[in-house]
């Protein structure tokens, strides 16, 4: 069966965060892009454009010493919307963060506009960033 191309969309993006590849991810993100990280830590929030997610992204790089990692394990997608179920793990601090995480994303014309992320545990996520 062949791949909807919303779900091509998102595994581009996370080839890209994995090789760094910053440029890469900007030409997938619409200009208007919004991604809501919910939660209490210092990277909670709404992210709004590029460069701001760009940087969010760039902050849990920096923050975790390069150890963030995201890893699809299942992506479903239809004309509209992407859901991803992802494993995230990290060391900061000498903590260690290991959540799964349900991420819903709306594309429109090949460009993801809105973005959601939904913590398995979201007060061990909320730890480890705080």
Request: proline share 2%.
């Amino acid at each position: 069966m062949t791949e909807h191309p919303n779900a091509a969309v998102l595994r581009r993006i996370y080839e890209a965060f994995a090789r760094g590849d910053f440029a890469a991810l900007s030409d997938l993100l619409a200009d208007d892009i919004v991604w809501h990280v919910p939660g209490r830590s210092l990277v909670a929030g709404s992210y709004h454009g590029r460069e701001e997610l760009l940087g969010y992204f760039g902050q849990l790089i920096e923050l975790s010493g390069g150890t963030f990692k995201a890893e699809s394990r299942d992506i479903v997608a239809n004309d509209k919307h992407v859901v991803s179920l992802e494993h995230l793990t990290a060391e900061r601090a000498g903590k260690s963060l290991d959540v799964e995480l349900a991420l819903v994303v709306r594309v429109s014309d090949g460009r993801i506009v809105e973005a959601r992320d939904y913590f398995s545990e979201q007060n061990v996520w909320d730890e480890f960033w705080s």
